[in-house]
């Protein structure tokens, strides 16, 4: 899995098709290696343990301001990439594509990995990067 920045710009079909055959996470704006290396060990326990796309979206700002100290937590829901693109084109910043599922990072107080059953609940904030790490205005 690696990383990369969302453009501007509304992804094309081809765009996507190979984000989501490289299995690449589509993030806007900077976001700390701690946070990465925290979110990429995550999504892969998630998606070895419940077998099934990891869906999440970048929720960083409440009311126009950014929240950068707010860690992020994974909610999963599978959903068709394609759709979602078409659904919202240009909106690429709430749009990050995890192989054939997408990925939400939702702002929140702790970092919960929420999943069925409820014995993969954990929380995070113990390991949470320091708020210096956290992700960067756009």
């Known amino acids: ?3 990369a920045v969302a453009p501007a710009r509304p992804l094309t079909a081809e765009e996507i098709q190979r984000y989501r055959d490289d299995g690449v996470v589509m993030v806007k704006g900077a976001i700390g290696a701690s946070w990465l290396r925290l979110i990429e060990s995550r999504i892969e326990k998630a998606r070895s343990d ?31 990439a394609e759709r979602e693109a078409r659904r919202r084109p ?8 995890l192989g054939s599922g997408w990925t939400n990072l939702r702002a929140a107080a702790q970092l919960k990995l929420r ?10 904030s ?7 790490d956290s992700p960067s205005s756009l």
């Open 115 to 124: 999943a069925k059953p409820l014995a993969l609940q954990q929380t995070w």
């Open 90 to 97: 240009g909106a690429p910043s709430r749009l990050q594509l």
């Open 1 to 3: 899995m690696s990383f």
């Open 126 to 132: 113990a390991q949470a990067p320091a708020p210096s």
């Open 50 to 80: 419940m077998r099934m796309p990891v869906h999440f979206r970048h929720e960083s700002r409440v009311g126009g301001e950014l929240r950068a100290a707010a860690p992020p937590r994974i909610l999963p829901r599978p959903i068709k």
